[in-house]
């Protein structure tokens, strides 16, 4: 379930910054940029894979929702409230060589969060991970470095209340490469059903097309 400390706001998803509890997968946490409101869980199913034993990558998938739940083939978004979690690391930083600044980057995140409505939200960015060894072992884990998020993909009226956000925190995952992919399924079919937040500075792909390829009016 999803970790709040007061309960001032429209959603129990969030809460006001405070101190967190770790939970056994980490204690991975989005942070608003814009005010004090943040967005945790117990993270009890963390797993990770790697890409054809690759030890540069990796892709670990966190969430608090119940095991058998999220990875039955149900319908997950009828009165679900978690999130899961995808980060992707594509490269492995070595020590002297790799700059462990504001600008890096290694990995990508998405989390997607659902609300108990039916209503989901998918956040997504990049930012830095410091493993703490290379991907390949029973078990992997690291550190994220504040990834910058922000809301991509919606549905069902969810309320963007972190606005653009960061991801910081620790994470431990052990290796299964079927639960793995089972999260991995169940991600893309969630944000497949959702749709993307529209950019106020960029028109619609479908309406652009369809400006473009209307003929024009004789005078």
Same mark, same amino acid.
């Given at each position: 379930?999803?970790?709040?400390?007061?309960?001032v706001?429209?959603?129990?998803?969030?809460?006001l910054?405070?101190?967190?509890?770790?939970?056994p997968?980490?204690?991975?946490?989005?942070?608003?940029?814009?005010n004090?409101?943040?967005l945790?869980?117990?993270?009890?199913? @963390?797993?990770? @894979?790697?890409?054809?034993?690759?030890?540069?990558?990796?892709?670990?998938?966190?969430?608090?929702?119940p095991?058998?739940?999220?990875?039955? $083939? /149900?319908?997950?978004?009828?009165?679900?409230?978690?999130?899961?979690?995808?980060?992707?690391?594509?490269?492995?930083?070595?020590?002297? &060589?790799?700059?462990?600044?504001?600008?890096?980057?290694? &990995?990508?995140?998405?989390?997607?969060?659902?609300?108990?409505?039916?209503?989901? /939200?998918?956040?997504?960015?990049?930012?830095?991970?410091?493993?703490?060894?290379?991907?390949?072992? $029973?078990h992997?884990?690291?550190?994220?470095?504040?990834?910058?998020?922000?809301?991509?993909?919606?549905?069902? /009226?969810?309320?963007?209340?972190?606005?653009?956000?960061? &991801?910081?925190?620790?994470?431990?995952?052990?290796?299964? $490469?079927?639960?793995?992919?089972?999260?991995?399924?169940?991600?893309?079919?969630?944000?497949?059903? &959702?749709?993307?937040v529209?950019?106020?500075?960029?028109?619609?792909?479908?309406?652009?097309?369809?400006? $473009?390829? @209307?003929?024009?009016?004789?005078?």
């Amino acid at each position: 379930m999803m970790r709040f400390f007061l309960v001032v706001l429209s959603s129990t998803l969030f809460g006001l910054l405070g101190s967190g509890c770790s939970s056994p997968g980490g204690d991975l946490a989005l942070y608003s940029e814009s005010n004090s409101v943040f967005l945790t869980g117990d993270w009890t199913t @963390a797993v990770y @894979a790697t890409t054809n034993n690759d030890p540069n990558t990796a892709d670990v998938y966190l969430t608090d929702l119940p095991r058998e739940r999220v990875l039955s $083939e /149900g319908d997950l978004l009828a009165g679900a409230s978690g999130s899961v979690i995808h980060i992707h690391l594509f490269l492995v930083p070595k020590a002297g &060589m790799t700059p462990i600044e504001a600008s890096a980057c290694n &990995m990508t995140v998405r989390q997607v969060v659902l609300a108990g409505s039916g209503a989901a /939200g998918l956040y997504g960015g990049g930012g830095f991970l410091q493993p703490d060894s290379r991907p390949g072992k $029973e078990h992997f884990s690291g550190s994220i470095f504040d990834a910058t998020l922000k809301l991509l993909r919606s549905s069902g /009226g969810f309320p963007d209340l972190l606005d653009g956000c960061t &991801m910081r925190g620790d994470f431990d995952a052990v290796r299964d $490469e079927q639960a793995a992919r089972a999260l991995a399924a169940r991600i893309e079919a969630i944000v497949a059903s &959702m749709q993307i937040v529209d950019d106020p500075g960029v028109a619609p792909p479908d309406k652009a097309a369809t400006a $473009e390829a @209307a003929p024009s009016e004789a005078p």
